[in-house]
């Protein structure tokens, strides 16, 4: 890896990866504040926060079709092109999520239940899920600003924006389900409150730097009629096939929570415990994924086909380095449960401590899969490889699998486990053969053609 390509991709992957670990230190520190209220309140957002973030996995396609775009425009020197992509997504993105996200909050209720939630654990979730609902459609334009923020080389703005929105998190967080400064003590459903202050804060800001006075971007109105098509079907041309992608790796997770939720509360809060302590150390590798989607894309816009195919073998390696030394220190998290989760119970930080273990052992496929499957395939307009590499791992093996180790075989949580290992193993598999695939003199051919239809139909 030359100094060049790794200055470049420190220069990017720094700031996203700083803030990706000090959101989820945030997010720790409010499940540690909901923990206090017992195990069941743990699994009740666990729960919740595995149906919100299908919306929020999915939609946030939107940003990472629209990062490319971006940066294959700033590559090429196209500031007008960047303006109609960016806008084009920020429309797209509040359309989508507001009525649906309207639609989940109204009916909570049977929505949880549908899905399979316990009817103890959805009378524990619905409060909470109804507000936690209201933040889909802010995180979604936040991940869409971010995602354009880093294309045009402006990394440290979504940094600092997500900082004082995680603050404000945890501060109002704990107000109100506590009960501190005179707010009245709302319990569970405060946390949820929380959550949402924090996200309006991020979004306002996010808003204001980029299309305020001192912003980056001149808001236009997104183009009608002909104009709008070749822009819109490129967005979509990537953004649909990474939307069915997270659909159906969230959707995964959901499953797998199902079936978590069957082998008992303490099973569901000792994986989630140990999950949310697993992202602080994976997405300190998450850098990498934007970093790759914007020095990939400026190759591509610069019509440079080698340069595209020495920044995503550099990343690729980083990505190894990072995965090492991260999964190690994962590894040493377990010393650290008796003291955060002492009112949880033994039996569910034994259960977190397996899983911190297993999952440390394998962290750098983890990374590797997120590498590829969410920078490099992506760059290199291959979104239909990550969506078989997803689907094919996790409803072909991991799923099936998991319950045939978890009930019939009686290996319960410890089956599920190996099953999510093996999982990313296949996964590893199929992205690293798509990616040998990859021919990028003709990804920057396909890229031109685009252009030219874009240009002839404006």
């Known amino acids: 890896m030359s100094s060049a390509h790794l200055r470049d991709i420190l220069r990017l992957a720094l700031p996203a990866s700083f803030e990706a670990v000090v959101q989820l230190a945030f997010n720790f520190l409010a499940q540690l504040i909901v923990a206090g209220l017992g195990a069941t309140a743990v699994a009740a957002v666990g729960f919740s926060n595995n149906v919100t973030l299908m919306g929020v996995f999915t939609l946030g396609t939107i940003g990472s079709g629209a990062g490319i775009l971006v940066a294959r425009a700033y590559g090429a020197g196209d500031h ?20 649906l996200a309207t639609l989940a909050a109204v009916f909570a209720r049977p929505l949880l239940g549908v899905l399979g939630a316990p009817q103890d654990l959805v009378e524990a979730a619905a409060p909470f899920f109804r507000v936690a609902a209201l933040t889909v459609p802010l995180i979604v334009l936040s991940v869409v600003a971010g995602g354009v923020l880093r294309s045009l080389e402006k990394p440290r703005v979504p940094m ?43 979004v306002g800001l996010l808003w204001w730097v980029t299309y305020g006075t001192l912003g980056s971007l001149r808001w236009s109105p997104p183009p009608l009629g002909r104009a709008a098509l070749v822009p819109l079907r490129e967005l979509a041309h990537l953004s649909l096939p990474l939307a069915a992608t997270q659909l159906a790796w969230s959707g995964g997770n959901l499953l797998y929570a199902l079936i978590l939720a069957r082998l008992g509360t303490a099973t569901l809060a000792g994986v989630q415990i140990a999950y949310t302590i697993e992202g602080i150390f994976v997405v300190a590798s ?34 190894l380095v990072t995965g090492l030394v991260f999964g190690a220190l994962y590894a040493l998290s377990v010393y650290a449960l008796p003291h955060l989760y002492a009112g949880v119970g033994e039996r569910v930080r034994d259960v977190a401590a397996a899983t911190i ?11 590797a899969n997120m590498v590829r499957g969410g920078g490099i395939l992506p760059s290199a307009s291959d979104t239909r490889g990550v969506l078989l590499g997803d ?45 040998r695939r990859l021919a990028w003199p003709r990804v920057v051919e396909l890229h031109e053609q685009e252009t030219h239809r874009e240009a002839h139909a404006a």
């Open 391 to 435: 689907a094919l791992s996790a409803f072909a093996v991991g799923l099936p699998l998991a319950w045939l180790l978890a009930f019939p075989l009686g290996y319960g949580v410890w089956g599920l486990l190996v099953a999510r290992v093996l999982e990313e193993v296949v996964k590893v598999l199929i992205f690293a053969w798509r990616a």
């Open 286 to 319: 998450f850098g990498l994924v934007p970093a790759a989607t914007a020095l990939i894309g400026q190759a591509v816009g610069q019509r440079d086909a080698a340069l595209a195919r020495q920044r995503a073998r550099a990343v690729e390696r980083f990505g």
């Open 357 to 367: 273990l297993l999952n440390a052992a394998f962290q750098v496929v983890k990374v």
């Open 80 to 99: 007008k092109g960047v303006a109609r992509v960016a806008s084009l997504a920020f429309t797209l993105a509040a359309v989508l999520t507001l009525g």
């Open 160 to 202: 600092l924006t997500t900082m004082v929105a995680a603050v404000v998190n945890v501060a109002v967080g704990y107000a109100l389900v506590k009960g501190a400064l005179g707010l009245p003590a709302l319990g569970l459903v405060g946390a949820a409150w929380g959550a949402l202050a924090g996200q309006l804060v991020r």
